[in-house]
């Protein structure tokens, strides 16, 4: 095609998911050009640090985000990096991107990795000033910037973002007030017991939560100056609409390939087109320890998945095993999650939430579905395991009647018990 720059390799996207692609594809093949193609003007950034530290203090630069040093895409040979385009058409057929600005460009693998945009909602006032979501570096700096002047926020949704931002916020001495339309906050995360907990927990620190509330408008000559919720209305300086996010999966889609939620892919990273894979945020995957097909958005996952379609699009053939983990670090507590923690229905705690390392396994039909941690990061990898193995009720129940036994001696007894008993985490004793 004339006009069209040709690359080996083309990425759409420039998250962790596109730039960890790049480190996949570069273990693997050395030679060939990669084309990086992004709708951003930055390079490829981190955005976890956007709802904690980036948002808590005034003068970070956006260079400490980025996931490689500043200067790296330049430095590399036959790498290049292209901001400021927004891929609009997906050609399967002749292996090419069209961008907004009618830009064409041509690769014999292609990846998608657009992740996605923070979910909008429909409801009148949702255009005033002051009304945000949370998704990009752009977004961080202007909410921080309404949090330097204001001093009341409505924050719609306890997920991550509303439960990270009302931490954060208090930073600025902006005091908070979360609206969620469950009855529970933080419930993809946490099981119901910590979600309870994390409540309380936040109420002492001075937040205040509207449980089983829906939001009627935003109401504000310009700007928001209150939030209306039944026949109440909640003053406030600046909301932010964390609702959850929609995957970036409308060029994959529109061109044929197989969309459900998400770009669907085997556990290679390639979609139902071949020689086009995606990862991250927007990919959908086999699940490894829960079956079925899965999408995660956890920084883990983005770097580990991104990394190794990468190296699969550069000719290995790696199926994705990794059971990844989320992260959060709000006020002085840390928290890593595992599994499926929505879908206990039976929750034991070991330890004080909050009052040194404490483990929350979420159980469903009798099996460990979920390991939350507070304060206990290096449980990490034995909690993991755990939920890899899927140990039983039993097994759990056995070990917590003994005294001192430690997540990591857990695993160790899961692992013993699967190979006595393989396929069950029982013991027979
Ligand atoms: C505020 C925030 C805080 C988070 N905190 C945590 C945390 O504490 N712990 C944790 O585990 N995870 C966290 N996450 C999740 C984690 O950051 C994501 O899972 C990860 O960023 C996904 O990376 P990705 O590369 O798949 O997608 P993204 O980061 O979304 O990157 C996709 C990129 O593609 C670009 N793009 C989209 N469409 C196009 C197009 N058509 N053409 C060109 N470019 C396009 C986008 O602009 C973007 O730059 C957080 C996410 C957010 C938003």
Redesign the pocket.
């Given at each position: 095609m004339p006009g069209t720059r040709v690359f080996d390799y083309l990425i759409?996207?420039?998250?962790?998911?596109?730039?960890s692609a790049v480190d996949g594809i570069r273990e693997v093949d050395q030679i060939s050009t990669i084309g990086l193609?992004?709708?951003?003007s930055e390079p490829?950034y981190?955005?976890?640090?956007?709802?904690?530290e980036f948002l808590q203090y005034e003068d970070v630069p956006r260079s400490l985000l980025y996931v490689k040093p500043e200067g790296w895409f330049e430095e590399q040979e036959r790498v290049e990096l292209i901001t400021r385009?927004?891929?609009?058409v997906l050609d399967p057929v002749a292996m090419s991107v069209t961008?907004a600005r009618g830009n064409v460009f041509g690769a014999s693998r292609i990846l998608i990795?657009?992740?996605?945009?923070?979910r909008q909602i429909q409801i009148p006032g949702y255009d005033l000033e002051g009304v945000f979501t949370?998704?990009?570096v752009a977004d961080?700096e202007a909410i921080r910037a309404a949090a330097v002047l204001g001093s009341r926020a409505v924050l719609i949704g306890a997920g991550?973002?509303g439960m990270?931002l009302a931490a954060s916020l208090t930073a600025h001495d902006v005091t908070s007030t979360v609206l969620e339309a469950g009855d529970r906050v933080w419930a993809r995360t946490l099981p119901p017991e910590l979600s309870r907990w994390m409540r309380k927990h936040y109420e002492e620190k001075g937040v205040s939560f509207r449980l089983g509330s829906v939001v009627n408008r935003f109401v504000g000559q310009g700007t928001v100056e209150a939030v209306e919720v039944g026949a109440e209305s909640l003053p406030c300086d600046m909301v932010v609409v964390g609702v959850g996010?929609d995957p970036?999966d409308?060029?994959a889609g529109d061109a044929g390939l197989a969309v459900a939620d998400g770009i669907l892919v085997d556990t290679f990273g390639e979609t139902s087109h071949p020689h086009i894979y995606a990862?991250?945020?927007?990919a959908r995957f086999p699940d490894p320890v829960f079956g079925g097909n899965t999408r995660?958005?956890?920084?883990?996952?983005?770097r580990e998945h991104?990394r190794l379609v990468g190296r699969n699009m550069a000719g290995e053939k790696e199926p994705y095993e990794l059971l990844s983990?989320?992260?959060?670090?709000v006020f002085d507590l840390s928290l890593d999650a595992v599994g499926r923690p929505a879908q206990a229905d039976e929750t034991v705690v070991w330890g004080e939430p909050g009052e040194g390392p404490c483990a929350t396994f979420g159980l469903s039909e009798g099996r460990l579905c979920a390991v939350v941690l507070l304060d206990a990061p290096e449980e990490l990898e034995a909690g993991r395991a755990l939920v890899r193995e899927r140990v039983s009720a039993k097994l759990l129940y056995d070990v917590t009647r003994r005294d001192e036994v430690s997540l990591r001696d857990l695993a160790r007894l899961a692992t013993e018990y699967r190979d006595r008993d393989p396929g069950t985490g029982d013991s027979n004793e």
């Open positions: 759409v996207g420039g998250g962790l998911a596109a730039a193609l992004t709708e951003e490829p981190q955005r976890p640090p956007l709802s904690k385009q927004k891929a609009l961008t990795a657009t992740g996605g945009r923070a949370l998704r990009t961080s991550f973002v990270e996010m970036c409308g060029i990862a991250g945020d927007v995660v958005e956890h920084w883990e996952h983005a991104g983990y989320f992260f959060s670090r």
